[in-house]
């Protein structure tokens, strides 16, 4: 079985700072993991993902992460956050092949203060 | 660009009725998946299906049915609706890939916010 977590329903930072949304996650086998972000009332679109290789990850509209294994981590961070970052943030894991389904964290919502 | 639609934005029904949810790709996706989403719990899978004919049940398949009559097509299907269905559905697709070689992005579509009364 696989679960993952993420820290914070609820994340406020100021434009221009950094941001940090965290994801922890276990797994039975080595995982591969997504960042998914959802604009309000859009679906789901892709950010990122790791599969094998380089541990550090970078994705669309300046978003990285980096999979920490030691940890059974793999946060998301922006240096510089944008109004347009607001958005529902969604971590999810997978066993791989693409026919189980992705397992998804809770969500995180981003709120960026001008 | 991949390209996952589904039927309707928004949907009002009663409860007990029979509804159905369609989810069409056009990128000749094997695997399709439908989801639920609620406020704090996430997305939670439902079924899912590799093939046409095949299903596939996720994690909270009860009060849920699915149909894959065709390759580019997955319904999603209550069969008697009810007030705890009332929900945001996401239908998705990917590629299939063989011996854990990968894993394939999952394509959304905008989703259907259902409300049973």
């Known amino acids: 079985a696989q679960s993952v977590t993420q820290l914070g329903s609820h994340v406020s930072v100021s434009e221009g700072a950094l941001v940090l949304l965290r994801c922890n996650y276990s797994?039975?086998?080595?995982?591969?993991l997504f960042w998914y972000v959802q604009y309000p009332n859009q679906g789901l679109q892709l950010l990122l993902k790791?599969?094998?290789?380089?541990?550090l990850v970078k994705g669309i509209n300046g978003f990285e992460a980096e999979f920490k294994k030691s940890e059974t981590s793999f946060h998301l961070t922006k240096p510089s956050a944008h109004m347009s970052d607001a958005a529902e943030y969604f971590c999810?894991?997978?066993?791989?092949?693409?026919?189980?389904?992705?397992?998804f964290g809770k969500g995180t919502h981003l709120i960026i203060q001008p | 660009d991949v390209k996952v639609t589904q039927s309707s934005r928004y949907l009002v029904k009663r409860t007990g009725e029979k509804v159905f949810l369609e989810c069409v790709q056009d990128?000749?996706?094997?695997?399709m998946f439908w989801y639920r989403q609620d406020p704090g719990l996430g997305l939670r899978l439902i079924y899912f299906?590799?093939?046409?004919?095949?299903?596939e049940k996720g994690d909270i398949p009860e009060g849920y049915s699915v149909s894959r009559e065709k390759k580019e097509r997955f319904s999603l299907i209550l069969e008697s609706a009810s007030t705890n269905q009332t929900s945001m559905y996401l239908c998705?697709?990917?590629?299939?890939?063989?011996?854990?070689?990968?894993?394939?992005?999952?394509?959304f579509g905008p989703g259907t916010r259902l409300l049973v009364l």
């Open positions: 998705a697709s990917s590629l299939f890939l063989f011996d854990r070689e990968g894993e394939e992005t999952q394509y």
């Open positions: 797994s039975s086998v080595p995982p591969y």
């Open positions: 790791y599969t094998t290789g380089a541990t």
């Open positions: 999810a894991v997978s066993s791989g092949g693409g026919a189980d389904g992705l397992t």
């Open positions: 990128m000749d996706h094997e695997n």
């Open positions: 299906s590799y093939d046409v004919k095949m299903k």
